[in-house]
């Protein structure tokens, strides 16, 4: 059974980076991609990205990109996502999901992680 | 970029009800379209994968059809458990994967 822990909260000043760990248990960790999802307070749900565990191939959402970088440690079967200079509107629970079918859904989440960007 | 529009925003319905929830894509995207339901305060989680597939250990109550442009989640005699707000998501090809605004169903 696919067990997922993501690292917790986090406060930021506008204009910092922060790194997410998303750890991964009860599969091999190279057969299924992770996502990484957002949702702002009474928001919906928002796309970031998403890494192969194979190789470290990544591709995130247009609006993103050149600020988000995806990593992976298969040692420990752990994924990062950094998200740099943060604004006010990165405010979010920041969650990671794991796709069993190829980059196409999320079909295991993690508990998420708050990320306050405040000065 | 495909859009993924949901309907209604929100809904009021009694214990036991039938509820269908609509979702529309800005083009055709054959079956690539799957269902999270959103409990407060929790994780999402998948319902509905490709379409009308049910998810491993979620209740029959659950369905989905539709292709192409038009999709619908259905609840069959609602239960009290199934507030939340449900979201729909579509893919494309990589980058364009995208989530439809939510549908919040509440009881009457």
């Known amino acids: 059974q696919v067990h997922i822990l993501q690292s917790g909260a986090e406060m930021k000043k506008p204009g910092a980076s922060v790194k997410l760990s998303c750890k991964t248990s009860g599969y091999s960790f190279t057969d299924y991609f992770i996502h990484w999802v957002r949702q702002a307070p009474g928001q919906g749900l928002e796309w970031m990205g998403v890494l192969d565990p194979r190789g470290g191939a990544t591709t995130s959402a247009q609006i993103f990109q050149g600020r988000v970088v995806m990593t992976r440690d298969t040692s420990t079967s752990t994924v990062y996502m950094e998200l740099s200079s943060l604004k006010s509107e990165d405010t979010a629970v920041y969650y990671c999901a794991v796709d069993r079918a190829g980059a196409t859904m999320m079909s295991s989440w993690g508990q998420g992680t708050l990320v306050t960007v405040s000065s | ?108």
């Open chain 2, 1 to 108: 970029d495909i859009q993924v529009t949901q309907s209604p925003a929100s809904l009021s319905a009694s214990i036991g009800d039938r509820v269908i929830l609509t979702c529309q894509a800005s083009q055709d995207i054959d079956n690539s379209l799957n269902w999270y339901q959103q409990q407060p305060g929790k994780a999402p989680k998948l319902l509905i994968y490709d379409g009308f597939n049910l998810e491993p250990g979620v209740p029959s109550r659950f369905s989905g059809s539709g292709s192409g442009t038009h999709f619908t989640l259905t609840i069959n005699s609602l239960q009290p458990e199934d507030i939340a707000t449900y979201y729909c998501q579509s893919f494309d090809g990589l980058p364009h994967l995208s989530f439809g605004g939510g549908t919040k169903v509440e009881i009457k």
